[in-house]
């Protein structure tokens, strides 16, 4: 693949997304899709506009025909349709949601659909191996159904999660979204590499405007949006999945995931639903750590990013040596999480430290 096949196609999906944001601004005030503030919020400021995952999607999809129409190879057409039905569905769902408010099971079903149409165009666990006789191991369809649906949910959501500062989450998915296209590149995959990268571009092309203070969110719009894609790009990256080339893209997606599941335990543990709302997400710890929405946005991207680095340098370890590492990075991120503040309880009642306050 030729540098200008990849340069155009990046090029594209930045200035899209940055020039598309600020009508997608007005059209969210125009029909009333804004943010709500409320007690559980980071965000205090009325009448802030959602659905900015609009302009970002619009640049992700503007690059990618441009990318079909200027490289020889051009993305698998079966694989880049799945993916831009399957990121059509979530958007609805996203616009639906910013400006009716959607309940968590009507959210559900939207995810649910766009994860079915994801795996009928080839995304999904096909098969792993056995780490002691590196052996295939034929799962059952639908065991593999179950397992790749239970993976893009669970992706999609842990975006959406994390999206609680200015700038949080657009900022974090383009990190990822970076390193699944690097990912890509090591293993010669031309279709991950150009759609990853064109997710990367437009979400730095909305970032301006997202950043501290924003002046518009992605909403739901723009978290779902950018969680399914991502997950789906994670599954693409590495068809063959054994035991530890399926932990890469879940290093590169560590961060929210952690968020998740922590959020799950938590709440379990204190007998609550799944779904309830509270304050003890990373980002609020780090917010109520570090004093200022922004020191606590580059202290996500930077954990983010080391991260990102270990799956990228992880693709190349083999055998018990990967292991090994497996176990230290472990070890590590439980101290680093220590460190930051982020494993212990935070009172959910205790404003930040400074007065200024956002959501991306």
């Known amino acids: 693949m030729e540098p200008l096949d990849i340069a155009i196609p990046v090029a594209s999906a930045f ?23 409320s007690d559980r919020g980071v965000n205090q400021r009325p009448n802030m506009p959602l659905c900015g995952g609009l302009a970002v ?46 309940n968590a099971w009507q959210k559900l079903i939207g995810q649910l659909i766009a994860a079915g149409i994801a795996i009928a165009h080839g995304f999904q666990f ?15 369809e639908w065991v593999t159904w179950a397992i790749t649906v239970l993976w893009i949910v669970g992706i999609t959501n842990a975006l959406n999660l994390l999206d609680g500062l200015d700038g949080l989450a657009a900022g974090v998915g383009a990190i990822i979204a970076a390193t699944l296209a ?20 437009a979400l730095l092309g909305f970032l ?26 994670a599954l693409a990256c590495y068809r063959r999945v054994s035991m530890i080339t399926m932990i890469v893209p879940m290093l ?33 710890r780090l917010l109520a750590s570090e004093g200022s929405p922004r020191a606590a946005v580059v202290q996500f991207y930077m ?37 930051l503040g982020v494993i212990g309880r935070v009172d959910e009642t205790a404003p930040p430290r400074s007065a200024e306050k956002g959501a991306s």
């Open 303 to 339: 954990l983010t990013a080391a991260f990102c680095m270990i799956a990228v340098s992880f693709t190349r370890l083999q055998g018990i040596t990967a292991w090994i590492f497996l176990v230290t990075v472990l070890g590590l991120t439980v101290r680093l999480l220590w460190n």
């Open 182 to 201: 690097a990912i890509s590149f090591q293993s010669d995959q031309p279709f991950v590499l150009l759609a990853g990268v064109a997710l990367a571009a």
């Open 208 to 233: 301006p405007h997202n950043f501290a203070p924003a002046r518009i969110f992605l909403g739901d719009t723009g978290a779902l949006f950018v969680g399914f894609t991502l997950s789906v790009l």
């Open 15 to 37: 200035a899209v997304a940055a020039l598309a944001t600020p009508f997608v601004g007005r059209f969210a005030l125009a029909i009333g899709a804004i943010d709500r503030p």
């Open 252 to 284: 590169a997606l560590a961060v929210p995931i952690l968020d998740t599941a922590m959020s799950i335990l938590r709440r379990i543990v204190q007998h609550k639903p799944i779904f309830t709302a509270d304050r003890q997400h990373m980002h609020h």
């Open 126 to 140: 096909p098969y792993f191996t056995n780490p002691f006789t590196q052996g295939l191991v034929d799962l059952p």
């Open 57 to 102: 999607a619009a640049g992700f999809a503007v690059s990618l025909v441009a990318a079909t129409a200027l490289s020889a190879e051009g993305p698998d057409p079966v694989r880049m349709r799945g993916l831009l039905l399957g990121g059509l569905v979530v958007l609805i769902t996203g616009v639906c949601d910013d400006r009716f408010g959607l």
